[in-house]
């Protein structure tokens, strides 16, 4: 018993602390980020006599363009190796998954290759987006007979 | 101009949401594509319940940006659809909100393919 009980603490002495909190403090500051650069956007959007609504539809495509951007220059890749869901979780991951498998697949043509993989992650995104919110209008329409 | 008080909300509310991902990628294998679909529908709810609006009124971007905005943003398109134009609104709505984010997407994805070569995969 005691001997398994030092065996746990000698590998606990050897295994590199968790990598939890290093990830997500690397996820927090880089969504933070990326979230801070869209407000400051839309800052400058709505100064430019762009409706609320529109600026921050705006941010939402100007980031989308930089990622995509970023990603054929293949710079994202390394960003995102350290930050995790940091570029993941805002739009940054969606354009990211978007582009990066339409480019892997180019060689297969513009039709089966690039057409098709460039829906690998935006086809399930768009597809329970829709569904859900198809769930949503249902119930929605539904109350608004009764209320 | 710049309210550095939503500037900051921005950051903290997105950085959260961020590591809301990082905790469940870590902790339980989900794969990317899953957590941006999880986060997508998490969006549709969020905004069904009304709590999107008033997590936005003080973050903004911080919770427009992340996918949570999108989601968000089809059931924002739903309501608005089934109040002006009753049952086909239901399916309506979801594509008409979600039009400008997935159209910059494909269009903006499409042309960075044109442009760039993929670089044959390492490993």
Not at chain 1, 93 to 110: C, H, K, T, W
Not at chain 2, 92 to 107: D, W, Y
Request: proline residues 3%; contains cysteine; aromatic residues 10%.
């Amino acid at each position: 018993m005691e001997k398994a009980e030092s065996y746990k603490k000698r590998i606990k002495l050897h295994t590199p602390p968790s990598a939890l909190l290093k990830d997500s403090a690397l996820a927090f500051l880089f969504g933070g980020a990326i979230c801070l650069i869209g407000e400051l956007l839309a800052t400058l959007y709505i100064y430019l006599g762009i409706s609320e609504k529109d600026a921050y539809t705006l941010v939402s495509v100007t980031l989308i363009f930089i990622s995509a951007l970023m990603t054929g220059l293949g710079i994202f890749d390394n960003i995102a190796r350290h930050a995790g869901a940091g570029t993941l979780v805002p739009v940054t991951g969606f354009a990211n998954s978007v582009v990066s498998p339409a480019i892997d697949n180019r060689s297969e043509g513009l039709i089966l290759g690039v057409g098709a993989k460039i829906f690998t992650v935006a086809g399930p995104v768009i597809l329970y987006a829709v569904l859900s919110g198809t769930v949503f209008g249902i119930i929605y329409y539904i109350t608004k007979l009764f209320i | 101009m710049i309210d550095i008080l939503r500037l900051l909300s921005a950051f903290v509310v997105g950085g959260l949401i961020s590591v809301t991902a990082q905790v469940l990628i870590d902790l339980t294998r989900l794969t990317p594509a899953r957590i941006l679909v999880l986060f997508v529908c998490a969006g549709v709810f969020i905004g069904a319940i009304g709590l999107y609006d008033i997590i936005f009124e003080f973050a903004g971007a911080g919770i427009s940006v992340p996918l949570i905005g999108f989601g968000a943003t089809v059931a924002d398109g739903v309501r608005e659809a089934v109040d002006k134009e009753g049952l086909l609104g239901i399916l309506k709505g979801p594509f008409t909100a979600a039009a400008a984010g997935c159209s910059a997407s494909l269009v903006f994805g499409y042309l960075i393919c044109l442009l760039f070569k993929g670089k044959p995969k390492k490993s």
